[in-house]
């Protein structure tokens, strides 16, 4: 039998927005469990209100690569009230893993006064080499 699937992707980007702290019955099940996972633990609504924003889950695959060198995990974005300013944020991960998952959030004050992201860039390097980037649509 042959299976469906192909091998992994070596960077993957997934993104997820929290607006509000209102639970909908009418909302699908999977998106209720995203933003219930989210507001785990915050208690008061000032809790609450400081995980609004948004969330990057950034899982890489680097089989091949093992023991070639450490593996960095850089996001590079863009928010509507910070002009043409380019934050960063990174995660490091050793030269033994194969492969891994950053979870990066711009939430609470960073996300109200610099304002949505309009824009992104995510890139994997091992050892200093790229091995992968994605980016938004409106990425330059």
């Known amino acids: 039998m042959a299976a469906c699937s192909g091998p992994p992707e070596t960077l993957v980007v997934k993104q997820f927005q929290v607006r509000d702290q209102v639970r909908r019955v009418g909302d699908d099940p999977m998106v209720r469990m995203e933003k219930e996972r989210h507001l ?15 969330y990057y889950t950034i899982r890489w695959s680097d089989p091949a690569g093992v023991g070639k060198g450490d593996v960095r995990v850089v996001f590079l974005y863009q928010q509507g009230a910070t ?22 959030a711009v939430i609470g004050d960073d996300y109200f006064k610099g304002g949505k992201v309009l824009t992104w860039k995510a890139t994997i390097t091992r050892g200093g080499r790229e091995l992968a980037s994605k980016q938004s649509y409106l990425w330059q």
């Open 83 to 104: 002009g043409s300013l380019v934050k960063r944020m990174t995660r490091d991960f050793s030269s033994s893993t194969v492969d891994g998952m950053a979870e990066l």
């Open 40 to 54: 785990l633990g915050a208690v008061s609504m000032e809790e609450r209100k400081q995980r609004l924003g948004q």
